[in-house]
């Protein structure tokens, strides 16, 4: 793992957004030239403004297959994290797409920063010991961990010896102090979704913040379909990405236990994630074992 300073005209989030409002736009327009079948109920709807406040105007959506194609292409870029190729390539594809559509008068704004950069995607040895191409080794009590799903790219500079500490588990229902965390390597093992409370949100069983991130609500327009049921924690036997969104959000609890505010911090942490090790190894994390 090295640092380096990288310079990079980034686009912004909120330039990404408005990117991605022009493309849709541009491909309304250029729909709306080819197609005027339905022009005089359209200018109606149109005269009306009101009417698209409450409907979604087709003209200005992108068609299925044009949204497949995009999304294939991001994927086959492979990680698009800030200054990497992937992210050169994917802002590339956005600036022209943009163009195409006729934005115009696009602004840059240089964003040096400093990075990581760790060769490691997508050849999966990169995390099996004794591949000799590890980027990464967990070893512990002299035994080799055979599989580091991923790592802290947050977590400050490891230098290339590596740190050796004692382990400690951390027991939630039986916290260690912290005098006993200082200078340790933290287990940590997240827990699963909270359990149901009849009538604890009435009339749910969970709280709001659970249902607004980890449940399937209420839609204004839903896809016609067999869905998961609503107002509880979708399963990842149904989707990975709330789930994943609940293991990965412990970490930041994890990380404050760690810096051990008030007393020396631990020299690291592992975290044993409820992943699959597809999951796992896409998460930009402490190591973790899949």
């Keep these: 793992m090295t640092g380096v300073e990288v310079r990079r005209s980034v686009v912004a989030g909120i330039t990404l957004f408005a990117s991605l409002c022009f493309t849709l736009l541009g491909s309304a327009l250029a729909d709306d030239r080819d197609d005027h ?24 959506m992108i068609s299925p297959q044009e949204a497949l194609k995009w999304a294939k292409f991001k994927s086959n870029l492979g990680p698009t994290y800030g200054g990497s190729s992937g992210s050169q390539q994917w802002l590339n594809f956005i600036e022209t797409t943009m163009q195409e559509f006729g934005a115009i008068d696009l602004f840059y704004q240089d964003m040096p920063y400093s990075r990581y950069v760790v060769n490691d995607w997508p050849d ?78 009435a009339p749910y069983d969970y709280s709001t913040s659970t249902l607004a991130a980890y449940a399937y609500t209420d839609y204004l327009y839903e896809t016609p379909g067999e869905w998961y049921q609503k107002y509880v924690p ?21 990380s ?29 994390s402490a190591p973790c074992t899949a």
């Design 37 to 60: 079948s339905q022009g005089s109920d359209d200018q109606a709807r149109d005269d009306d403004w009101g009417h698209w406040l409450t409907h979604i105007n087709p003209r200005f």
């Design 234 to 254: 979708v399963p990842a036997s149904v989707s990975s990405s709330y789930h994943s969104r609940w293991v990965w959000n412990q970490l930041g609890g994890f």
């Design 124 to 201: 999966p040895k990169t995390h099996i010991y004794g591949s000799g191409v590890e980027v990464e080794k967990l070893i512990s009590n002299g035994t080799p961990v055979p599989v580091v799903a991923s790592y802290g790219m947050t977590s400050g500079f490891t230098p290339a010896s590596g740190v050796t500490a004692p382990m400690l588990y951390y027991d939630p229902n039986n916290p260690p102090t912290a005098a006993q965390i200082a200078g340790k390597i933290l287990v940590f093992q997240t827990v699963p979704y909270p359990a149901a409370v009849p009538g604890s949100n």
């Design 256 to 284: 404050t236990i760690g810096m051990n505010k008030g007393a020396a911090p631990a020299a690291g942490m592992v975290v044993v994630y409820d992943y699959s090790p597809a999951a796992a190894s896409a998460s930009s």
